[in-house]
């Protein structure tokens, strides 16, 4: 069982609200990363930290921003929901090691609706 | 494209059966990590070949890699109904700062 963990595990809200998703790892892991997901469809990277205070954009534009404060800790936020918000979000962490990509964990997601 | 493309889009096979799904990608990579993926939830680690591999193996899973050919097929062998589950190759080109890119899977569905 991976040490990472997301809330909530699900979420409606109105347009317009301000929501925060949680991610954190207890492994120590340097890199963090979020992705979004619609049912059947490909993972899009959207944000991206290598360490504290270190964050980059995916590929994928997103109006969400996230921070990296503490190691453990990478949060996702959005300013004012909308219904195109609407889908599955996953938080992942893996660590620096010989291959410069190494197994990533993944939490059990948050699946956003926007009403 | 930075991801790798999962193919067939879908798989259906009966218990015992094996499944075997590719992998293509376009650039050169340092290794390839396949996951696993249950409905609605987080991605599973299952294997990682480097490029210096040719054939790599853990339990029911065969993984290979053919850089010539910037393409890897995952076997499962002796299928299972619990093997059901969308599969997600990711390459990993080495020179990105450790960003991981998925494409769509492979959707295998195993009937008992």
């Known amino acids: 069982e991976a040490d990472i963990y997301q809330t909530p595990r699900y979420l409606v809200i109105g347009t317009g609200k301000k929501i925060t998703l949680e991610c954190s790892q207890t492994m120590g892991h340097d890199k963090m990363y979020w992705y979004q997901q619609d049912p059947g469809m490909e993972l899009h990277l959207i944000h991206y930290?290598?360490?504290?205070?270190?964050?980059e954009k995916g590929d994928l534009s997103s109006e969400s921003t996230v921070s990296r404060i503490r190691t453990e800790h990478f949060p996702l936020t959005l300013e004012s929901a909308r219904p195109s918000h609407t889908s599955q979000y996953l938080c992942a962490s893996s660590e620096f090691g010989e291959d410069l990509n190494t197994e990533a964990f993944f939490g059990q997601g948050t699946r956003l609706t926007v009403v | 494209s930075q991801q790798g493309e999962e193919d067939p889009q879908a798989l259906s096979i009966q218990e015992g059966e094996n499944a075997t799904m590719n992998c293509s990608y376009k650039t050169s990579i340092n290794n390839l990590q396949w996951y696993r993926q249950n409905s609605g939830r987080g991605l599973v680690h299952l294997i990682l070949i480097r490029s210096n591999e040719r054939e790599k193996h853990s339990g029911r899973l065969r993984v290979t890699l053919d850089t010539s050919k910037k393409s890897s097929s995952l076997l499962i062998t002796a299928s299972r109904a619990a093997d059901t589950a969308s599969y997600f190759c990711?390459?990993?080109?080495?020179?990105?700062?450790?960003?991981?890119?998925f494409g769509r899977g492979t959707q295998l569905t195993v009937w008992p």
């Open positions: 990711a390459p990993d080109r080495g020179s990105t700062l450790g960003r991981l890119y």
């Open positions: 930290s290598y360490g504290v205070n270190s964050t």
